[in-house]
């Protein structure tokens, strides 16, 4: 079975090369062939070349000046030409395509790295990516798409661990980093403490593009000495009354993503936002980030599957677990259930709890539970009145919400029970 992506290159581009290697080796979703690393001392050049032509699922080829006047290169585009795999092409630099290497490429749409190589190397491996079918759900760090089922769309991926062991081993391109602040850009909370010592950079040495920011937008963080590679974006699930309210979870992924698409990052990991703050639960947190994604993608129709990839981070394996069984549900047509702002809830009223219901983000609770007694208990007279409240139970302390308030005004998620309290 084809299962590689052979790169064809000049060895003038050997660096370019290498980028292009470790981006698809660091994405886990396509395996790289490059003659540096599949040839051994004695082997047959072009024996094997050959065969890693034959056994290629897509050929990578880097378009430069050099590349041009290579005989390797023209020839493994001759080889593979006629076969029905993707062929390509990558730009590096200004170069011509001579007449010859037009015929051999015809009018194959490139990925142009000449004014920024490092982007467009990110884009490479999300080329190869396999899309869930439609009616299955999402493994736990399986990368999936945010339109339904559709290929054409950004992906996301639920990471099991923390930021820093994504940045460490799975990162590809340009990657920008969410650290969680309040809205006076605090930079002195765990998550971010432990990503700046990580990566080795000081708080201290970081500017910030604005003084404050909302739930609604973010900050670019510079760092004078920071990596191209590397963008830091300070984000906030506070709103005006310090309350945790779904809303403001849906409104951060979707400013960090404008973000990061406008700053070209392949990437943008993420923690759990809201659950250190709150003490809102992990589950709530990521499945309320993925919700704003995929109401990210719906509403910009000119984002693809070239677009900037969440990734959002989940280091605790009990949060993990919690979390795969939502996954798991998450199919396609779930996904675009979600693009036209359904969420699919449960409601629990003393010991009896209905079917999931699908119904509006905006929807108030109190005709959520009111339709929800009705369908649990016909006989039950119970009726929103002031002091009776829906709620949810934390470590720490319980939220309560009236009657009044939308489902966004809450910290429930998709796929959550709502409980009803008339004590």
């Known amino acids: 079975m084809s299962r590689h992506i052979f790169i064809s290159y000049a060895h003038e581009d050997n660096c370019l090369a ?18 540096k690393i599949a040839l051994g001392p004695g082997d047959s050049l072009t024996k094997k ?16 000046k050099s590349s041009m006047k290579s005989d390797w290169v023209h020839n493994e585009l001759k080889a593979i ?7 390509i092409p990558l730009r590096c630099d200004d170069a011509k395509w001579p007449g010859q290497v037009r015929l051999l490429l015809g009018d194959r749409i490139y990925l142009d790295g000449s004014t920024d190589f490092q982007s467009a190397v990110g884009k490479v491996p999300k080329l190869f990516t396999e899309t869930p079918s439609r009616d299955r759900g999402v493994g736990f760090g399986e990368f999936f798409s945010l339109r339904g089922y559709e290929r054409k769309a950004p992906h996301l991926q639920v990471f099991a661990g923390t930021l820093e062991s994504f940045w460490d081993e799975y990162r590809f391109g340009r990657t920008a980093v969410v650290l969680p602040t309040n809205q006076s850009i605090d930079l002195l909370g765990r998550v971010t403490r432990s990503f700046l010592d990580h990566v080795g950079v000081d708080a201290g040495s970081i500017t910030s593009t604005a003084f404050s920011i909302t739930s609604s937008d973010v900050a670019e963080l510079r760092v004078a000495s920071a990596k191209d590679e590397l963008v830091l974006l300070a984000s ?35 923690p ?30 000119t984002v693809t599957e070239l677009s900037t990839w969440p990734v959002v981070c989940v280091p605790g394996p ?30 629990r009223y003393k010991d009896l709890e209905t079917e999931e219901v699908r119904v509006s983000d905006d929807l108030l609770l109190g005709a959520v539970a009111k339709n929800a007694i009705r369908s649990l208990d016909k ?12 709620f949810r139970k934390s470590s720490r302390q319980v939220f309560e919400y009236g009657p009044s308030a939308p ?12 409980e009803l309290n008339s004590d």
């Open 81 to 87: 030409q006629h076969r029905e795999i993707p062929i």
């Open 379 to 390: 006989s039950s007279t119970w009726k929103f009145v002031h002091g009776k409240h829906l």
């Open 49 to 64: 070349l050959g065969d890693g032509l034959d056994d290629a699922k897509a050929l990578v080829v880097l378009v430069s």
């Open 236 to 270: 906030t699930a506070f709103n005006n009354k310090f309350q945790p309210h779904a809303a403001d979870q849906w409104a951060a992924a979707q400013a960090v993503l404008q973000a990061a698409e406008r700053l070209r990052c392949t990437l943008v990991l993420v």
């Open 318 to 347: 009990g949060d993990q677990a919690v979390l795969k069984g939502y996954l798991g549900g998450l199919t396609g047509t779930r996904r675009e259930t979600l693009t036209q702002r359904q969420w699919g809830l449960r409601i």
């Open 407 to 418: 489902l966004g005004q809450t910290i429930f998620a998709d796929g959550d029970t709502i």
């Open 18 to 35: 290498e980028a292009v290697t470790v981006a698809l080796y660091r994405s886990k979703l396509a395996a790289p062939f490059i003659d």
């Open 272 to 301: 759990p936002m809201g659950s250190g703050s709150f003490d809102w639960p992990v589950r709530q947190g990521v499945v309320n980030w993925i919700y704003g994604a995929i109401r990210w993608a719906s509403r910009n129709p």
